[in-house]
């Protein structure tokens, strides 16, 4: 038998197998039918001695060492292959047993090989990397990875004590290399053992891995992801409304890491840690989604996950693959979309990542120029080499598919899309035609959206552009690259710059914040103030704006609203939200302990009423994409820092007026051009008391009067607060039945008011001079309040400079009689009494009161403010005109003449 045995022995082949250089193993090791009984050979590096043990009959057959280094081999009687293991000792005596992993066929169909090499295998993930199977019954490991240009690949791990002579992989046309090791379980760790050309041997890790060791390890590790139960089937049926492009959205950018750090000295909380705080903690914001920064696995913490070496393999820092799940299950049923950031741009140089991987630039381009980020030390991937496409492609269906991603955010779009992005002259080399598009990555992107919409139309995807590039946007069947929405960066550094200019000068600057308008349809934009705005010295939000913390504080206020205000979506970066005043640091957790300061938690509790009112209110979201969901107003007040705009849907009792104040100044009366007559009432004030703003505002409903203003025929008169936003919503006017039951109610309160002043009622009947009497009056009050509304600024000047004058040097007088002739305290009294009574000369009275109290009795403070305050000046006139008596002129207001009467009465 040992004859028969000796001729069937290829030593070429193996010489192949002991010296590690064969890329088909399953040709020369594991069981095959001959004339002579069943052949089996196997290779057992520095074995002593190794049998067959068939399963059936349980009888064990020592084998045949053919080469010294390992290699036995044995004839069994038969001609159908047996269920059988394998047994070998080491140098040591030590006895294993385990299947042949030759015994096995691959796993790949010829028709995923094609797919692959064409870069349409859409789920290959599912065939490439490690993953738990059975195979005949037999439970284990399939290994596969593309590695065309290498000599050989071996599987290495912990169960093999790292030994690449073992487990050596076998080569299919497509380049892939593949294996199916039996007991091999999850939880193992492993890496890939490559021979390239000139003999090199090295280590890299499983581009496909489902998971990998916690830095600085970076060995992949071996999971099942078939066993983890989801439910958040409601969200997953409806969030194709939720975050459709009428829907409000509004995203919390978060870097897990650093969001919150565990007190009792863990480097980091674990995903199912931090789920549940997070979701509350967004809940009660009102944000309608989290964006995570990278979770995929990378090595360098302070690349913030931005240079991937595990593309399929979440971070082991926060936890496992099944920990993440919860998390994103988590945010589900709190009715929470996760967006993930992911980068398709490039990759870190890291020996045992994707960098050189078989020996060859596989991943990337040859020619530096080419396949080089100079900027960031990074690798560029080779978009025309259909697997690369294909890697990156299944990659993303995979975040969607497997862990239920509502949204992939792409970073550095732009550096994809142009090749001399970052570079200088002679660092790049030009397309076909001479320019400086990527067309390689052109078409990547637009494969990859087609790709991904098909398959997840109910999923966002966003591009971090930061040019003009056209069409980012657009539809694929119009030029367009297919995204759902890009980061306005313009509209990021132009507000941001604006904002850090103190309000003084921000007139100057006007064109920063009116220039977003240009182009706001350009495209279908998410306003983002992210990671990258507090990072690098540039300072939190809260550092950027001017003055004093109050006035910081106000300035975030009138920020955020104006964000909210503005179309389009939204995004802000985690900690700006309750004003976090130190620059984020990846290693450090936000401050939370700023959340004791009242003004901070005043910060935080306005996001949560701004997010209310966002979403309570479709026209500042439903037509974020279309010209007709704005309309100026007044977008060219640059001395005052004024924004005056409509928001709107197609319904227009749903408008919405925006007043934006980014000015330190309050102005009294200030008169709006409105769209429609009608109620204007205001719903949200930035600089409302509760939010720690100065209460400025309009509580009460403003009714527009046919006075021309801002090109429109209707115009309301309003109090702007400083440093600001302010909206208000619109009611029609009352019409038919409404109209006749106020105008009933008019007459019936102007009845009461005749019999309480003692004027006589009409008489039942009337002469006809009496009927003429009364029409000559109609037209005679006619007549003057057209007069009065044409001379209305005149007189109001006139009696502001006569008459309120006239009333405060005769206050002044009275009162520093009654001083001179009575105690202090009685004119106090008297002065007292005419600040509660709510008239607008109480103000007068105080001055004076203040000024002659001072000489009589310095320690004396002064007059306290009046506690009730009309809304506006020209109310409180008309709240404190007396009834109308023929009199003797005595060349004072009216005003003052009533002043001046209690006053002296009061005297007496």
């Not at 939190?540 to 179309?567: C, D, F, I, W």
């Not at 009795?857 to 007059?863: I, L, N, Q, V, Y």
């Amino acid at each position: 038998m040992e004859e028969k045995l000796y001729d069937y022995m290829d030593w070429a082949e193996i010489e192949a197998v002991v010296y590690s250089e064969e890329n088909h193993p399953r040709d020369i090791l594991g069981p095959r039918v001959t004339e002579d009984g069943i052949l089996i050979q196997a290779f057992f590096p520095g074995a002593t001695r190794a049998a067959v043990h068939t399963i059936r009959d349980g009888k064990q057959t020592e084998m045949v060492c053919e080469d010294e280094a390992g290699f036995f081999a044995v004839l069994l009687p038969g001609k159908k292959i047996p269920s059988y293991t394998l047994i070998y000792w080491d140098g040591d005596g030590n006895q294993m047993e385990h299947y042949d992993p030759y015994a096995y066929p691959m796993q790949f169909t010829e028709q995923e090989q094609k797919q692959f090499e064409n870069g349409i295998c859409y789920s290959i993930y599912e065939k490439l990397g490690a993953h738990p199977v059975k195979i005949d019954g037999i439970s284990g490991v399939y290994f596969a990875v593309w590695a065309p240009n290498a000599i050989r690949v071996s599987v290495v791990g912990n169960f093999n004590n790292w030994d690449g002579r073992a487990y050596q992989m076998n080569l299919l046309e497509s380049g892939i290399y593949e294996l199916f090791i039996p007991g091999v379980r999850a939880g193992d760790i492993y890496k890939y053992e490559i021979k390239a050309k000139g003999g090199l041997t090295y280590l890299k890790s499983d581009p496909y891995a489902n998971a990998a060791q916690l830095r600085p390890n970076n060995a992949s590790v071996v999971v099942d992801l078939g066993k983890y139960a989801w439910q958040d089937e409601n969200w997953m049926k409806k969030r194709g409304v939720t975050q459709g492009d009428k829907a409000p959205i509004s995203v919390y950018e978060v870097h897990l890491g650093s969001w919150k750090k565990p007190d009792d000295g863990r480097e980091f909380y674990n995903y199912r840690e931090i789920a549940p705080m997070l979701a509350s903690y967004v809940k009660e914001l009102g944000y309608t989604h989290v964006e995570l920064m990278p979770v995929m696995e990378h090595p360098l913490d302070e690349s913030w996950g931005y240079q991937v070496t595990g593309y399929y393999a979440p971070t082991a820092r926060y936890g496992t693959p099944d920990d993440f799940r919860y998390f994103m299950d988590t945010m589900h049923q709190n009715d929470i979309g996760v967006i993930l950031d992911w980068v398709p741009a490039h990759f870190p140089r890291d020996t045992f990542g994707l960098s050189a991987f078989d020996g060859t630039c596989l991943y990337e381009h040859f020619d530096p120029r080419q396949g080089s980020h100079p900027h960031w030390g990074t690798l560029i991937y080779n978009y025309g080499r259909p697997e690369v496409k294909n890697f990156l492609i299944a990659n993303a269906l995979f975040w969607a598919k497997e862990y239920h991603a509502d949204g992939i955010r792409m970073d550095a779009v732009a550096s994809m899309l142009y090749l001399d992005y970052g570079k200088q002259d002679g660092e790049w080399v030009a397309n076909i035609y001479g320019g400086n598009e990527n067309l390689e990555a052109i078409e990547f992107l637009k494969h990859l959206n087609s790709i991904f919409k098909k398959e997840f139309p109910d999923a966002l995807l966003i591009a971090e552009e930061s040019t003009a590039w056209p069409k980012v946007t657009g539809e694929l069947d119009d030029e367009g690259l297919g995204f759902d929405y890009k980061w306005n960066m313009g509209w990021m550094n132009d507000f941001t710059e604006y904002m850090k200019n103190d309000p003084v000068y921000r007139g100057a600057h006007h064109d920063q914040l009116t220039f977003s308008m240009v182009y706001a349809y350009s495209e279908k934009f998410m306003l983002s103030l992210s990671h990258d705005e507090v990072v690098h010295l540039k300072g939190s939000m809260y550092t950027k704006m001017p003055g004093t913390p109050e006035q910081k504080m106000a300035n975030l206020r009138l920020a955020y609203a104006y964000q909210m205000v503005h179309p389009g979506k939204k995004l802000l970066f985690m900690g700006q939200e309750f004003g976090q005043e130190k620059e984020w640091n990846e290693k450090q957790s936000l401050s939370w302990e700023l959340l004791e300061d009242k003004k901070h938690l005043q910060l935080k509790n306005y996001m949560a009423a701004l997010h209310a009112f966002y979403k309570a209110n479709p026209a500042l979201y439903q037509l974020d994409e279309k010209p007709e969901g704005f309309e100026w107003i007044n977008g060219m007040e640059w001395e005052k820092n004024l924004l005056i705009f409509l928001r709107r849907t197609r319904k227009k009792e749903d408008t919405l007026l925006v007043i934006c104040n980014f000015s330190n100044v309050e102005y009294d009366d200030f008169r709006i051009g409105v769209p429609y007559p009608g109620k204007y009432k205001e719903m949200f004030n930035s600089d409302a008391e509760s939010y720690g703003g100065t209460g400025v505002g309009n509580p009460r409903v403003k009714m527009s009067k046919k006075t021309e203003c801002d090109e429109r025929k209707n115009s309301i008169t309003v109090k702007l607060a400083p440093l600001s936003v302010q909206v208000f919503s619109y009611t029609k006017p009352e019409t038919g039945a409404a109209s006749n039951k106020s105008a009933k109610a008019k007459t019936a309160a102007k009845a009461a008011a005749e019999k309480k002043t003692g004027k006589k009622g009409k008489p039942a009947g009337k002469t006809e001079e009496a009927v003429k009497a009364v029409k000559a009056k109609k037209t005679t009050k006619t007549a003057q309040k057209a007069e009065k509304k044409v001379s209305e600024k005149t007189v109001k000047t006139a009696e502001k400079k006569q008459g309120t004058t006239t009333a405060t040097e005769k206050v002044e007088k009275a009162v520093k009689q009654a001083i001179d002739s009575k105690p202090v305290k009685t004119v106090e009294q008297t002065v007292d009494k005419l600040v509660k009574a709510g008239k607008s000369a109480a103000a007068e009275a105080a001055k004076a009161v203040e000024k002659y109290r001072a000489a009589a009795d310095p320690e004396k403070k002064p007059a306290t403010k009046p506690e009730t305050k009309p809304e506006t000046k020209s109310e409180a006139k008309s709240e404190a005109k007396p009834e109308t008596k023929t009199k003797k002129s005595t060349g004072m207001s009216e005003l003052g003449e009533e002043l001046q009467r209690k006053f002296e009465t009061e005297e007496r």
